[in-house]
């Protein structure tokens, strides 16, 4: 049963730092991995989707890896803006014709100004 | 503009009664999911349609039921035998079964009185 690990639950950075986001995930066996962003009381937006085939993907100040064979990924934030402030959930897709995604618990983000 | 449109934003709900969330996607997705977020947890499946007149239990569907009778459309009840139905509820939609992303809507946060 594939388990989705995100390491710290929270993170507390000044603004302008550049951060890193954890990920793991333990079934391999995975067809994607994406990365949401969830502000409090809302839903979630998609940020980046990392096809298994794929090393990376990048958006702006953001870059997302995936490293099937360790069962890892990670989120970049280049230059971090308070903005940026909110909960950030990674979560994969079975390998199987379901669909269905195992989200990681989250971490949540403060950038303080 | 296309996109998920959940509803209510707030809803309460006493004792022994059912209630019924509305989710309405116009972006043309095949696929459909229901998920539930406690507070500190990541996200859990209740249940998922991938086709019209056909879905699926997801890991917690107990005391949950749903209907997809439209494509556009996957409201979810929540029934009297879900013992602790207070949480945030969230739909989602993706083309191909979730091969390509998510869509996300807003979210109706759910409390019993």
């Known amino acids: 049963k594939q388990e989705v690990t995100q390491i710290p639950a929270a993170l507390s950075v000044p603004e302008g730092e550049n951060l890193v986001l954890n990920c793991s995930f333990t079934d391999s066996a995975i067809y994607n991995l994406q990365w949401f962003r969830q502000d409090p009381g809302k839903g979630l937006t998609s940020l980046l989707l990392i096809q298994s085939s794929q090393r990376e993907q990048t958006s702006g100040r953001l870059n997302a890896s995936l490293d099937k064979s360790s069962g890892r990924s990670t989120l970049y934030i280049a230059a971090s803006q308070p903005g940026d402030s909110a909960t950030y959930l990674c979560a994969s897709s079975s390998s199987s014709n379901t669909g269905k995604l195992i989200f990681g618990q989250g971490t949540t983000l403060q950038v303080k100004p | 503009d296309g996109g998920i449109t959940q509803s209510p934003k707030y809803l309460f709900r006493k004792e022994g009664q059912n209630v019924t969330l509305s989710c309405e996607q116009n972006?043309?997705?095949?696929?459909m999911y229901w998920y539930r977020q406690d507070p500190g947890q990541g996200l859990r499946l209740i249940y998922y349609s991938q086709i019209v007149n056909d879905f699926q239990k997801g890991d917690i569907a107990e005391g949950y039921s749903v209907s997809r009778e439209k494509k556009e459309s996957f409201p979810l009840t929540v029934t009297s035998a879900q013992k602790n139905p207070t949480a945030f509820y969230l739909c989602a939609s993706s083309l191909g079964r979730g091969h390509y992303g998510y869509t996300f809507g807003s979210g109706t946060r759910l409390t019993v009185v």
């Open positions: 972006l043309n997705h095949d696929a």
